[in-house]
């Protein structure tokens, strides 16, 4: 089963809008990551955030995790129609090697 | 630096068939993964591993094997393949702990 689930699966917004998109998961992890992922095209890391952080910032993203709710928000200010693609969060998990991802959440910015 | 290539970027196999994908990093990556992804779903994790000569299972390993003879390299094996196994493959590598670079993917079709 995937230890990630985005919410919402679909996300449809105007350009210059806020986008917002949320990854639960159901284990203790050592960091989140979200990921983007292009039609057809491999994934692109975005942002890792520890465990022990409670907020990450890379340009337009702002990136918060509450592990006491098993949760993580990914934020996009201000989007743009070239950041139209397919958001994913992956979590590493205590005690295993693995990265599990998630189903990922469908952007689609309008011009 | 070319970071993650995989080899072959389109694979139409009949039913039975083996073949190996193959994955290579230049990274000094101890961590590779192997992925596949299903149209509307999220990265399913089938083999990984943490160093040469260590594999492990993943999520969905049936029907694919691995081995991991030096750090660059980690090729997925299907001994017979099986329509099921139609889908786009994804190899990945990182060190411990931190974000994963993919590759731009393998679209396997098994008619």
């Known amino acids: 089963s995937q230890q990630g689930e985005e919410d919402p699966q679909a996300l449809s917004i105007q350009e210059g809008e806020n986008a917002t998109m949320n990854c639960s998961y159901k284990?203790?992890?050592?960091?989140l990551q979200w990921y983007r992922q292009n039609s057809g095209r491999g994934l692109v890391h975005l942002i890792l955030?520890?465990?022990?952080?409670r907020e990450k910032h890379s340009g337009r993203l702002r990136v918060t995790l509450d592990t006491s709710k098993k949760s993580s928000s990914l934020l996009i200010t201000a989007s743009r129609a070239a950041d139209t693609a397919s958001y994913s969060c992956?979590?590493?998990?205590?005690?295993?090697?693995?990265?599990?991802f998630g189903t990922g959440t469908r952007l689609k910015v309008l011009a | 630096n070319a970071g993650v290539t995989q080899t072959p970027k389109f694979q139409v196999l009949k039913t039975g068939q083996s073949m190996t994908l193959q994955c290579a990093q230049d990274?000094?990556?101890?961590?590779m993964s192997w992925y596949r992804q299903d149209p509307g779903m999220g990265l399913r994790l089938i083999h990984y591993?943490?160093?040469?000569?260590?594999?492990d299972q993943g999520e969905v390993p049936n029907g694919y094997n691995v081995s991991r003879s030096t750090t660059e390299d980690f090729p997925l094996r299907l001994l017979s393949a099986a329509p099921s196994q139609t889908s786009v493959y994804f190899c990945?590598?990182?060190?411990?702990?931190?974000?994963?670079?993919f590759g731009q993917g393998t679209r396997l079709t098994v008619v």
């Open positions: 990945a590598s990182r060190d411990k702990n931190t974000e994963a670079f």
């Open positions: 284990t203790s992890i050592n960091n």
């Open positions: 955030i520890r465990s022990n952080e």
């Open positions: 992956a979590t590493g998990n205590s005690g295993t090697y693995k990265y599990i």
């Open positions: 990274m000094n990556h101890e961590y």
């Open positions: 591993s943490v160093g040469a000569g260590i594999t």
